[in-house]
């Protein structure tokens, strides 16, 4: 059976046996669209290819990884931005003064800019 991230599908086709199975998914709300003709064109190419059944699968697909995108973003808002934030407010002696920062990073923009001169 097609499976996707361990997930099966409102209509999974089982391509060896020509079978359709509708009960994987049965609260299935339906939405109507617009895209821009390429992103549909995006959708079209990738069903005729087979890498889809249909275009429903690929915004589902889509959908997946915008949501695991975000997930992942939470994540890295929890456990790296949040305690790192918390250290600076707890020792704010572990900061960098802007007029450093500013100084260090255009003296290394100013040696990539004459590495790409060289080159």
Do not use: N
């Not at 079209?44 to 695991?68: F, H, I, N, P, T």
């Not at 975000?70 to 900061?95: H, K, T």
């Amino acid at each position: 059976m097609p499976w996707l991230g361990g997930r099966r599908y409102e209509s999974v086709i089982l391509r060896l046996g020509c079978l359709e199975r509708k009960d994987a998914m049965a609260a299935v709300e339906k939405r109507t669209i617009s895209l821009p003709a390429a992103q549909a064109g995006y959708i079209d190419a990738l069903v005729a290819g087979g890498a889809y059944a249909s275009a429903s699968e690929v915004v589902r697909a889509g959908l997946r990884a915008l949501q695991e995108r975000d997930a992942a973003v939470e994540r890295w808002l929890r456990d790296a931005v949040g305690p790192a934030y918390d250290a600076m407010v707890a020792d704010p002696s572990r900061g960098i003064a802007v007029d450093d920062v500013l100084r260090r990073l255009r003296a290394r923009h100013a040696g990539r800019v004459k590495a790409r001169r060289v080159a």
